[in-house]
Nanobody, 123 residues
């Protein structure tokens, strides 16, 4: 089992920045991919960024490319969010996948989830 705990959410004005953190514990050596997902009210959960734990390769959704940066440091993962927009408002979730499948963007691959942290961007 792997436990994930997010922190760092909050409220910010458009154009501002936030940094989310995800602390992983448990059998973290079984994890091949970690990612950040978000879900806004009435919308489907979407993956915004992912990182392969082995080689550090990163992937981003088009909507956040150039504004968000995912990184990892031992058992912690981060999401630096710059130039935030009101449409970035959502609950953000940390997730981990135990499958060695190139970090593919399939939500069902992510077996472990954090409780979520709210990000609110006002115009």
């Amino acid at each position: 089992q792997v436990q994930l705990v997010e922190s760092g959410g909050g409220s910010v004005q458009a154009g501002g920045s936030l940094r989310l953190s995800c602390a992983a514990s448990g059998y973290t050596y079984t994890i091949y991919c970690m990612a950040w997902f978000r879900q806004a009210p009435g919308k489907e959960r979407e993956r915004v960024a992912a990182i392969s734990t082995g080689n550090g390769r990163t992937r981003y959704a088009d909507l956040v490319t150039g504004r968000f940066t995912i990184s990892q440091d031992n058992a912690k993962m981060y999401l630096q969010m710059n130039s935030l927009k009101p449409e970035d408002t959502a609950m953000y979730y940390c997730a981990a996948s135990p499958y060695n499948n190139n970090c593919r963007p399939i939500t069902a691959d992510f077996a472990y989830w954090g409780q979520g942290t709210q990000v609110t961007v006002s115009s």
